[in-house]
């Protein structure tokens, strides 16, 4: 009760001040602020003897430490007949344990120690990572070692994660949006293995030699990139480094030869067949790589035209104006090993498809015609560059943002020159790069719904292929 009465005569006293302040005559349109600064956070790299890249930040902020490894592999890289295989040995790589610690003792461990280890492999990295409590580095790091040089690959975990797997597969068709995401990158990537997905089949056919090979081939040390962020010494941390990897040695890693996706030279109409109230529209076609010139004045076209919420192009149009969907949105992704998409996507009812889709390839076509406002342009610089810190917001996040770098092979000077590259950008290039690399006479449209529900037939785009789904055996 004292304290209560003391805060309330505290705020009697001081509401003249407080009133004083809020009676100025200060306009808030006319105030000025210094512009905002912001440098680019850098982590130190180390090479140790092995070969293995280290990059170091240390944040003393939390007693935590955070470890994170990016392996030179992935399933484009996996024979045809054996799709599934890295993401398999992903899954089984922390989760079968290794040759010095079962499954079971690594688990009970990690979680009596509150640590974590996790692993993983995508299309073209394989990652490790782990968090500990300071207290429990020493014992974690030991265990991350182990699962990154010695796995166990046991044999009823390798079954378990198959079945997974397997059951994953069987689903994978109750999702509208992920069967229309799906069919949109096999049709982009055809003939590629960016566009393909594993099978009940060719999951069914792996085994565990497949994933002892698969691990011998590309994990070693020389390959590899760790992010190390946290509470740490450095001369300390990089002892530990050095201590858990000390007897493993560099290894000869040829990556095979990956052709580069070949874009589709005609328009699609892919339809999908579900007794579904609501339609899946997805469109677009192949993009372009990190290493393009123009990535930036695609950035800020994209922007306009789809990337940047209400305000884009897209989203004023379908939702805001006409009241077709509740998201409408577009990506134009700079792939980093290889070309990326262009990709436009939207849900809306049955009864107005058409006239979604029509709006749609509308804008897109639009952005190829005539020069966007100078406040189109403005809003959209402003955006990208304002949101360039958000990349940063952690430690980890920014050690893991150099180590990305070097893997994937960014130009010198990326990150630095981002804000003033993009805010280079003029109304000249968003129209050139537009019509550059916006190809709306030649994407690639996929439906998901049902036909008998439409407004237009979807013969009013072009000629239609129905992708009959796998059904689950």
Not at 81 to 97: N, P, Q, W, Y
Not at 235 to 258: D, M, T
Not at 297 to 306: C, D, E, Q, R
Not at 362 to 391: C, H, P, Q, W
């Amino acid at each position: 009760m004292k304290k209560l009465l003391f805060t309330l005569w505290l705020f009697l006293s001081l509401f003249p001040a407080i009133s004083a302040i809020a009676g100025s005559t200060v306009d808030p349109r006319k105030m000025t602020f210094p512009p905002l600064v912001f440098q680019v956070p850098t982590a130190e790299r180390v090479v140790l003897d092995n070969g293995m890249i280290v990059y170091l930040l240390p944040d003393r902020e939390l007693p935590l430490v955070s470890i994170q490894a990016y392996v030179g592999t992935g399933s484009v890289y996996e024979p045809a007949d054996k799709t599934g295989l890295a993401s398999l040995t992903g899954v089984v790589l922390r989760g079968g344990g290794t040759s010095l610690t079962s499954p079971e003792a690594l688990d009970d461990e990690l979680e009596f120690m509150a640590s974590s280890i996790e692993s993983g492999i995508g299309n073209d990295v394989g990652s490790v990572s782990m968090n500990c409590l300071k207290k429990n580095l020493d014992r974690t790091l030991d265990l991350f070692a182990q699962v990154l040089t010695v796995p166990a690959f046991r044999e009823d975990r390798v079954l378990q994660g198959k079945n997974l797997t397997i059951e994953a597969i069987r689903r994978q068709n109750d999702d509208p949006k992920e069967v229309a995401d799906r069919e949109l990158l096999k049709a982009i990537y055809r003939d590629h293995p960016l566009g393909r997905y594993p099978t009940i089949h060719s999951v069914s056919s792996l085994n565990r030699d497949d994933l002892v090979a698969f691990h011998r081939r590309y994990f070693h040390p020389n390959n590899i990139i760790l992010a190390v962020s946290g509470d740490f010494d450095r001369k300390e941390i990089l002892e530990k480094l050095k201590k858990a990897f000390a007897g493993w040695k560099r290894g000869e890693v040829s990556l095979p030869l990956v052709p580069e996706p070949s874009p589709n030279g005609k328009p699609e109409v892919l339809f999908v067949k579900k007794d579904i109230d609501q339609t899946v529209i997805r469109m677009g076609h192949l993009g372009i790589d990190k290493n393009n010139p123009d990535l930036y004045a695609i950035n800020v076209m994209n922007t306009i035209l789809g990337g940047n919420g209400f305000s884009s192009r897209l989203m004023s149009v379908v939702r805001a104006k006409e009241g077709l969907a509740y998201n409408v949105d577009s990506s134009f992704r700079a792939g980093s090993r290889f070309p990326g998409t262009f990709t436009a996507e939207s849900e809306t009812k049955s009864a107005s498809t058409a006239k979604a889709i029509g709006l749609m390839e509308g804008i897109i076509a639009d952005m190829t015609r005539k020069s966007v406002s100078d406040d189109e342009i403005s809003l959209a610089r402003e955006s990208i560059v304002n949101s360039f810190i958000f990349a940063f917001t952690s430690s980890a996040s920014v050690v893991a943002q150099q180590a990305r770098l070097e893997y994937y092979g960014y130009p010198k000077g990326y990150l630095e020159n981002y804000r003033k590259n993009i805010a280079k950008v003029t109304k000249r290039d968003v129209l050139r790069v537009a019509r550059k690399y916006l190809l709306p006479g030649k994407m690639i449209l996929v439906v998901v719904g049902d036909e008998k529900k439409f407004d237009k037939p979807l013969s009013t785009f072009g000629e239609v292929r129905q992708v009959v789904l796998e059904a689950p055996k």
